[in-house]
């Protein structure tokens, strides 16, 4: 019967809880839902009801840093601190602590990948829910996978229950099994095994300790500061391509899976050291997102050529000739509560409050990118009040000067202080994203022309990497986002 109330402690206030769990059950680097499955076999919990548990474990306690967290665990699992960091601070697939939140699912919400082998064992790890990852890296054959069913229940609940299930298939008797890997010796003995966690975790600690600045376009969606965004896949992959902080052993690469992105495709634009300064200065005044913002209506405002601006006029009225207005045969339309309707063929054109989908993405370009009418100088309201705020936050900073006004509305004009090779950057990162949001809706549109509805659009994964360290100085690294960027998953 498990044990999850508190108990007094006789002449103290405080007190203690109580689990069944067993010291010597919490295997090194297993995945932070293994450790979950067993959790709830051992004390007969529901997923639901460890997830209360364990936001009650930490919920009076506040915002703590992973060691404290990590002692903590240890404490009630009376488990070493070494192996609690291998699951739950240093393991190689996680940068933040697991949640296990109904609405946080950071692994495959349609697949729960393992090793047969490892289940057999008892033993799931945190490398064999990596999307990269092929093979395992103990036993090197193919992982497996499990497709998770749809299910109106929490996604983290299900993933569990299926967890569970493999291990009582594959290995009978799981949760009452030893932890593996808990010696560094057990490890080393398998030096294949020992080279690859050697390099995955320092190249994990190092990218999240120790790059000052990582910009990532996610299509056309956002910049986000590392790792706010990214998959876990997406900077391994940049190692395993460039060799970015430390090369990867050549016994090792037989593990990846295929990408489908060659080295030749990775473009790398090489900056100056010295304009990390002046990033660095605008960023204490803006997020990543707000400063490239603010840095495209600015220049909008002021009349000053941006490099996308070509290129959005360019790919519109290839678009416009495609596809003329009045010859539309396309059978799905989009209306002004972005609400599909699906017509007969040559129907749309009769519906005029619907857009079909090359209307909708012209649109889209034009008003994710241009921003200004074409006919009077004006911001578009929801944009005025977007620059409106930027503006606030610009007068306190000292990165920008103000030289004057729009012609409408008394729009403030600025010029920004820094070098024009910081210039130069940002317009080149605008522009890549730009190009990424063009490639996004191209393959938009030819998947409604293969007979797909509009409501499945795919969102590319990143490729646009702004990166600095000591040892690399200050890079741009972008490869395509067609084609060979949709392979990566």
């Not at 601070?89 to 090793?115: A, G, L, M, S």
């Not at 929801?382 to 606030?392: E, F, G, H, P």
Request: proline fraction near 4%.
């Amino acid at each position: 019967m498990p044990i999850l109330n508190e108990r007094k402690k006789r002449n103290s206030k405080s007190t203690e809880l109580r689990i069944n769990w067993g010291r010597g059950r919490l295997s090194g680097f297993e995945s932070a839902f293994g450790f979950a499955a067993k959790f709830c076999r051992l004390n007969h919990l529901t997923p639901r009801q460890f997830r209360a548990f364990w936001v009650s474990l930490f919920a009076q306690i506040g915002d703590i840093s992973f060691e404290s967290r990590s002692e903590i665990i240890s404490r009630v699992l009376n488990e070493p601190l070494y192996l609690v960091k291998s699951v739950f601070e240093i393991n190689p697939v996680n940068t933040e602590w697991p949640k296990f939140d109904r609405n946080v699912f950071e692994f495959h919400p349609k697949k729960i990948k393992y090793c047969s082998l490892c289940l057999a064992d008892g033993y799931h790890a945190c490398f064999h829910e990596k999307e990269w990852l092929r093979k395992c890296p103990i036993h090197r054959i193919e992982l497996e996978y499990k497709d998770i069913s749809y299910s109106s229940g929490a996604r983290v609940d299900h993933y569990l229950n299926i967890l569970i299930s493999l291990f009582d298939l594959h290995c009978p008797g799981w949760e009452l099994s030893q932890g593996k890997y808990r010696q560094d010796d057990q490890i080393k003995e398998n030096k294949f095994f020992f080279n690859f966690l050697y390099w995955s975790i320092f190249n994990e600690l190092y990218l999240t300790k120790k790059i000052e600045f990582w910009f990532a376009s996610i299509g056309c969606n956002s910049f986000t500061n590392y790792p706010a965004s990214l998959s876990r896949s997406d900077y391994f992959l940049i190692m395993e391509k460039i060799g970015l902080i430390k090369p990867i052993p050549n016994d090792v690469h037989n593990l990846f899976a295929n990408t489908g992105l060659s080295s030749d495709l990775i473009e790398i634009q090489k900056f100056s050291y010295s304009i990390r300064d002046e990033l660095r200065k605008s960023l204490i005044y803006f997020h990543d997102d707000d400063l490239l913002t603010f840095f495209r209506l600015a220049k909008i405002v002021s009349g000053e050529f941006l490099l996308f601006e070509e290129t959005i006029y360019s790919v519109i009225d290839v678009l416009n000739q495609q596809h003329p207005l009045h010859t539309c045969d396309c059978i799905w339309g989009i209306n002004k509560r972005n609400e599909l309707v699906n017509c007969l063929p040559g129907e749309l054109k009769y519906y005029g409050d619907c857009m079909c989908p090359y209307e909708f993405a012209v649109q889209e370009l034009s008003t994710r990118w241009l921003n200004m009418s074409q006919s009077i100088n004006i911001l578009p309201i929801d944009i005025y009040d977007t620059y409106s705020a930027l503006v606030q936050q610009a007068k306190f900073s000292d990165i920008v000067i103000e030289i004057g006004f729009a012609l409408k509305n008394r729009i403030p004009i600025f010029k920004f202080v820094w070098s024009e090779e910081t210039n130069y950057l940002l317009n080149v990162i605008l522009q890549k994203v730009v190009l990424a949001h063009i490639e996004e809706l191209k393959f938009w549109l030819f998947s409604i022309e293969s007979g797909n509805s509009p409501a499945e659009r795919e969102r590319f994964l990143p490729n646009i990497y702004l990166v600095q360290n000591e040892r690399i100085g200050l890079q741009l690294i972008s490869w395509s986002a067609g084609k060979e960027h949709r392979q990566l998953n």
